[in-house]
């Protein structure tokens, strides 16, 4: 975690994340030759979701392709740092202020647990959702209240291993691995093509967010999104200006010292921006705890570099364009702005009241 003050009152909860990991879950034996599924009725579906900021670290740590690594880590695998802050610390003045829309990692539970199940004919509670992340914070972030579904109690995300300790497992398991297809929601993509969202090494969405709201709003086409470090590499703005007059404003702020001074701005009511992007990690998820630091706290800058180009180097395909993203919509959430797609796509926050302790966290 980032900020050791807001992790006060998660203790409990992450010492219960930590000793969830632990257990031995009744996991199905490998799938028979001739393709015969397993029986559901004697135990849980085992599925893992891998962040696309994880992947750049497997390919880095074995000297792989992405689309490889990927593939290695499917062999293998087949034998809310900021919210949390905002709700805890910050409160009111800012909870009003957040983007309601769920996290991938909350999205992608959804998509298990709902969309998947039903695919697949199963009861949520008997698939085990395993995520891989770059960071801790998503272990506090899957057991955040508000993130079970209405429709059942089953949570998005039952286990986040981070990508160190996933590799840490890999490099200690003296079994034989072999690549596999990677399995994935619809059957008739490519598989063999990795692809991100695009914008920054982050889970954000701002040069996605910028570009619809330039068209949408102005009708002003966009084709690279040109960020502007201001006082560090870590606070950007991005500008959509036409005829000398600034039309959209948008930041990404990562860490928690360009948070306390992009807050202290909005509470004044002198906060400039249409849009932010925040991340507690400095550097965005790429450069999160669980994937990118030594064993004695630090940076390990060579590998951070090094993941940097090979995320750069996926190819970028926007979600619009994909028919199957068009599909779940009408099929699945009942259309674009449906009861189905508020509940299942969007959360809310919680604005408790201060804690003695949280009025003398100070950076």
Not at 12 to 30: G, L
Not at 231 to 249: A, H, I, S
Not at 265 to 282: I, M, Q, S
Request: charged residues 25%.
């Amino acid at each position: 975690m980032k900020c050791e003050h807001c992790t006060r009152k998660e203790c409990i909860k992450k010492t219960k994340t930590d000793d969830q990991e632990n257990v031995s879950e009744e996991a199905p034996s490998p799938a028979p030759a001739n393709g015969e599924k397993c029986d559901t009725s004697k135990h849980k579906v085992l599925v893992v979701s891998v962040c696309p900021q994880s992947l750049p670290y497997f390919a880095a740590k074995f000297n792989l392709s992405v689309t490889d690594a990927s593939r290695r880590l499917c062999g293998f695998l087949k034998s809310l740092g900021w919210v949390r802050y905002a709700e805890r610390v910050l409160g009111r003045p800012v909870t009003p202020h957040l983007c309601t829309a769920k996290s991938p990692q909350q999205v992608m539970g959804s998509l298990v647990k709902d969309y998947f199940a039903r695919q697949q004919n199963l009861s949520p509670e008997k698939i085990f959702h395993v995520i891989v992340a770059p960071c801790y914070d998503r272990k506090l972030e899957a057991l955040r209240e508000g993130f079970s579904s209405a429709s059942h109690s089953s949570r998005g995300a039952d286990c986040v291993l981070t990508s160190g300790e996933i590799a840490q497992i890999m490099e200690q398991s003296d079994l034989s691995v072999q690549d596999a297809t990677v399995d994935i929601l619809f059957g008739d993509l490519e598989e063999e093509k990795v692809t991100r969202h695009d914008g920054a090494s982050s889970d954000g969405h701002l040069a996605h967010v910028f570009r619809h709201a330039a068209k949408e709003l102005f009708n002003e086409d966009v084709e690279e999104v040109t960020y502007r470090a201001l006082r560090n590499k870590d606070f950007q703005e991005v500008t959509l200006e036409k005829n000398g007059e600034v039309l959209l404003r948008f930041a990404a702020a990562y860490g928690f010292r360009n948070i306390q001074n992009m807050i202290l701005k909005l509470k004044k009511g002198a906060l400039p921006y249409h849009f932010v992007e925040v991340l507690a990690c400095p550097g965005g998820c790429l450069n999160g705890r669980g994937q990118a630091q030594t064993r004695d706290g630090r940076v390990d800058k060579a590998l951070l570099r090094q993941m940097e180009g090979i995320y750069s180097d996926i190819p970028v395909r926007p979600p619009e364009t994909s028919a199957h993203v068009q599909e779940l919509y009408q099929q699945w959430l009942e259309g674009v702005d449906s009861p189905k797609a508020q509940e299942t796509l969007h959360t809310t926050f919680q604005s408790p009241e201060h804690c003695a302790h949280s009025l003398d966290i100070r950076w």
